[in-house]
Nanobody, 124 residues
Framework: QVQLVESGGGLVQAGGSLRLSCAAS????????MGWFRQAPGKEREFVAG????????YYADSVKDRFTISRDNAKNTVYLQMNSLEFEDTAVYYC?????????????????WGQGTQVTVSS
């Protein structure tokens, strides 16, 4: 199985940028579809972005499309989430997840492995 550790969260002003990293160990991320989810207080965990196993097919939630970019560096066994033009509504704990399935999913129940999360706070 794979272990995931997120980093890069923090406090940023609205309009600013952050880059989250998800370092994997135990297995290579080539074996998984990788995704980012987030959960704000009192809300359900929601899909943010996903990237397929091969040649980086990517897909995004409508709320972050054109602002966030997911990428993977297989040599470093790491997945990234570049977040630009951050908004107050982006405030949440962000989680990296790995899906053993073949096709990318937007449903958190389809993901098998999770990191511990990293807090992103956007001040208005």
């Amino acid at each position: 199985q794979v272990q995931l550790v997120e980093s890069g969260g923090g406090l940023v002003q609205a309009g600013g940028s952050l880059r989250l990293s998800c370092a994997a160990s135990g297995r290579t991320i080539n074996s998984y579809v990788m995704g980012w989810f987030r959960q704000a207080p009192g809300k359900e965990r929601e899909f943010v972005a996903g990237i397929g196993r091969r040649v980086g097919s990517t897909y995004y939630a409508d709320s972050v499309k054109d602002r966030f970019t997911i990428s993977r560096d297989n040599a470093k066994n790491t997945v990234y989430l570049q977040m630009n033009s951050l908004e107050f509504e982006d405030t949440a704990v962000y989680y990296c997840a790995a899906d053993s399935g073949t096709y990318g999913s937007r449903f958190y129940t389809d993901y098998d492995y999770w990191g511990q999360g990293t807090q992103v706070t956007v001040s208005s």
